[in-house]
């Protein structure tokens, strides 16, 4: 069924050895959704295989084009042009099977240009997994390859190819594109808030290219599963393939070395009553007859292929029972994450090229790491005894798949949410997958994090908006795709659609190419339209006229809106006016009037006061003369009629006056 698992198993059986589900080997397919969106006719939904090797965008989609070469269509050998699409979408490169490495035309495809690549299956045949080749010389191309990869069916591969050829052939350029929708929405269940996930792995760290990229997943992925970990969001549990060694082969030298607990293969009578590890035996035993027991014997291949020389299988078995172990000992005192830790520093610590892979090294490092070592080696138990292992059988177990699982036959095999992760082992591949296993919406901030780029951005900055003046950018690259949403720079936030317009918003929004509103500079004069008062938007400064991205200057010498007083000279300037009166007059800016210059008007004043003061003098000396007058007029009357009368009662000088006055009066 897979190249690499054929030649693997070889190898197994070459030092005898065998995975309890190496012969029955129940393997899941994991697909992923091929949805074809025109041209309209063969419109329609198709189920393809998810690669071993790439990066299958787990919770996301891709639209292309489809193109299928006319030459070199198996993609064995490199192309000589890049694929470009005539609507500019992504090419889909479809290629057929044969001849070579599905990995290495996957990797020709990614060099040409081609945003996935899809490969049509050359027989009638269910759906299978397209494996990468073992790692050999010439084939380091694998950890380079990128893009998604997908196998479909024979009848789908040729009606595709059919469609690509009647659309190129038509003459004019201008048919329809073949465009489909690849997508792995569905590939991965999110059931809850939670995901388990758990790393099938081996602690031998000499097995060359995928021992090495085991190491450097567990380098890189660390410090994301301890997070997820941490804040509760995933559960992971780490698991070691363990082999047995066949009973005919139960007394040879090799799996004396190989194995610990001195294990038996047993004859079984009763299979369906035999505890754990023996259904698994039942499970995986091609001749059902013969229903074999495997008791207490784990196993795990020599790492240097030398039984004479360095160290041994079993070695290996026993460090995986201790990081078994480490794990269950962490996740009772609740730092399960510690297990990353131990791994880590177990490889850098106590590696087998540096001689070290041993007891002592361990359990320094186990101590190191404050961890119960007592717990640890109790949890160990003997390896030396003559009895099963718990922890090991329940290993064995858990090998065979169930649900929707299949069966642990690869090393190292991820499974997310009970399903087996197809794609390269690499860092962010995989937190794209585990991201894909949370439900919409509850994922945690490190799945929402620049780190794990689809770089759809970079290409036409993800149809997002983007000031070009700044590069501030809408565009942020999540595992699910892009998202056009408007960001925050520098503590100034941006609203808008995000796809067409963000707008600087807030206190501090100017000092960032203002605002993204107009601004100029001529001679000493700068205008600007964006105000820090006002929180949001552009608005040209008074003198201008415009949407506030773009100001002119206002005449408001033309348009009549000042200087409008008659006999007024009016002179347009930028961003402002001037305006002159009439001879000596002064103009008044807010009321638009003239008025005489400011000299007269001081003029003006003295005269207004001392007109006041001569009036106020002159009201004041009438006053005075009329009484003076009238005192003086009394009193000459009174000396007159005192001529002509007696006065007969000089003491009443009233009676007398009176006469007098009447006197004076008929005169
Ligand atoms: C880790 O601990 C939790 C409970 O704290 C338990 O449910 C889980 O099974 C444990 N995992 C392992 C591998 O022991
Ligand atoms: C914006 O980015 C382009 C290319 O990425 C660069 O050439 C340019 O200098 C940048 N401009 C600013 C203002 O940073």
């Known amino acids: 069924m897979m190249a690499r698992r054929a030649s693997w198993l070889a190898g197994l059986v070459a030092a005898q050895l065998w995975l309890i589900v190496a012969v029955r080997g129940?393997?899941?397919?994991?697909?992923?959704?091929?949805?074809?969106?025109?041209?309209?006719?063969?419109?329609?939904?198709?189920?393809?295989?998810?690669?071993?090797?790439?990066?299958?965008?787990?919770?996301?989609?891709?639209?292309?084009?489809?193109?299928?070469?006319?030459?070199?269509?198996?993609?064995?050998?490199?192309?000589?042009?890049?694929?470009?699409?005539?609507?500019?979408?992504?090419?889909?490169?479809?290629?057929?099977?044969?001849?070579?490495?599905?990995?290495?035309?996957?990797?020709?495809?990614?060099?040409?240009?081609?945003?996935?690549?899809?490969?049509?299956?050359?027989?009638?045949?269910?759906?299978?997994t397209m494996d990468s080749p073992e790692a050999s010389p010439g084939t380091e191309y694998i950890d380079k390859i990128n893009i998604p990869s997908a196998l479909v069916n024979r009848a789908f591969g040729e009606s595709l190819k059919k469609m690509t050829r009647t659309v190129a052939g038509d003459g004019d350029g201008d048919g329809e594109e073949v465009v489909v929708k690849l997508d792995w929405r569905e590939s991965m269940p999110h059931p809850d808030e939670r995901v388990e996930y758990e790393l099938w792995t081996n602690s031998n760290d000499e097995c060359g290219a995928r021992c090495?990229?085991?190491?450097?997943?567990?380098?890189?992925?660390?410090?994301?599963?301890?997070?997820?970990?941490?804040?509760?969001?995933?559960?992971?549990?780490?698991?070691?393939?363990?082999?047995?060694?066949?009973?005919a082969f139960r007394l040879t030298q090799q799996c004396k070395s190989q194995c610990i607990n001195h294990g038996r293969c047993v004859r079984s009578p009763g299979c369906e009553n035999a505890p754990a590890a023996a259904r698994a035996c039942v499970a995986s035993v091609a001749d059902r007859r013969r229903r074999w027991w495997v008791s207490g014997r784990y196993c795990a291949p020599d790492p240097e292929q030398d039984f004479g020389a360095g160290y041994d299988g079993k070695d290996v078995v026993v460090e995986n029972l201790r990081q078994l172990c480490v794990h269950r000992v962490a996740n009772e005192s609740g730092r399960p994450w510690t297990w990353w830790d131990y791994v880590m520093d177990y490889k850098i610590r106590c590696s087998m090229k540096e001689?070290?892979?041993?007891?002592?090294?361990?359990?320094?490092?186990?101590?190191?790491?404050?961890?119960?070592?007592?717990?640890?080696?109790?949890?160990?138990?003997?390896?030396?005894?003559?009895?099963?292992?718990?922890?090991?059988?329940?290993?064995?177990?858990?090998?065979?798949?169930?649900?929707?699982?299949?069966?642990?036959?690869?090393?190292?095999?991820?499974?997310?949410?009970?399903?087996?992760?197809?794609?390269?082992?690499?860092?962010?591949?995989?937190?794209?997958?585990?991201?894909?296993?949370?439900?919409?919406?509850?994922?945690?901030?490190?799945?929402?994090?620049?780190?794990?780029?689809?770089?759809?951005?970079?290409?036409?900055?993800g149809g997002c908006w983007r000031d070009e003046a700044t590069n501030v950018t809408a565009c942020r690259d999540t595992y699910r795709g892009r998202v056009c949403e408007c960001p925050v720079v520098n503590g100034v936030r941006y609203e808008g659609d995000g796809y067409t317009d963000c707008q600087a918003v807030g206190p501090g929004r100017c000092a960032l190419n203002n605002g993204g509103c107009w601004s100029e500079t001529r001679g000493h004069q700068t205008f600007s339209a964006c105000s820090e008062t006002a929180l949001s938007g552009c608005r040209c400064p008074p003198g201008f006229h415009g949407d506030g991205h773009k100001c002119e200057d206002l005449n408001e010498c033309s348009e009549k809106l000042a200087c409008t007083c008659p006999d007024c000279h009016c002179k347009n300037t930028w961003g402002n006016y001037e305006c002159t009166c009439k001879g000596n007059q002064l103009y008044i800016r807010g009321e638009d009037v003239c008025i005489a210059n400011s000299m007269s008007k001081l003029g003006w004043f003295i005269t207004l006061v001392a007109v006041a003061c001569v009036a106020g003098v002159g009201i004041a000396g009438y006053v005075f003369y009329k009484y003076r007058l009238r005192s003086y007029m009394d009193s000459e009357i009174m000396s007159i009629m005192s001529q002509y009368m007696p006065l007969d009662n000089q003491n009443n000088e009233n009676q007398p006056l009176r006469q007098h006055d009447s006197e004076a009066l008929r005169h």
């Open 26 to 128: 129940r393997f899941v397919v994991e697909k992923s959704s091929v949805r074809v969106l025109a041209p309209e006719h063969i419109r329609g939904h198709h189920d393809a295989a998810i690669g071993n090797f790439g990066v299958p965008d787990y919770g996301g989609t891709l639209t292309g084009v489809v193109i299928y070469p006319d030459k070199k269509a198996t993609g064995c050998a490199e192309f000589d042009t890049k694929f470009k699409s005539k609507s500019r979408r992504p090419v889909i490169l479809l290629l057929d099977r044969g001849e070579c490495y599905f990995a290495l035309k996957a990797w020709n495809a990614q060099r040409a240009g081609a945003a996935a690549v899809l490969i049509a299956d050359s027989v009638d045949e269910q759906l299978l």
């Open 212 to 247: 090495d990229e085991q190491m450097e997943f567990v380098r890189g992925f660390r410090g994301h599963a301890q997070l997820l970990e941490r804040g509760g969001y995933a559960r992971f549990t780490p698991h070691y393939i363990t082999w047995y060694c066949p009973e």
């Open 355 to 461: 001689k070290k892979y041993s007891k002592t090294c361990a359990e320094d490092v186990v101590t190191a790491l404050g961890l119960d070592l007592k717990k640890v080696l109790e949890c160990m138990g003997d390896p030396e005894a003559d009895a099963e292992n718990a922890v090991l059988s329940k290993e064995q177990e858990d090998q065979i798949g169930s649900g929707s699982r299949g069966d642990v036959t690869i090393l190292p095999t991820l499974v997310i949410n009970n399903v087996q992760y197809r794609g390269k082992l690499e860092r962010t591949a995989v937190l794209k997958a585990v991201c894909a296993g949370f439900k919409e919406g509850t994922e945690p901030r490190v799945c929402l994090s620049p780190d794990i780029e689809t770089n759809q951005c970079l290409h036409r900055n």
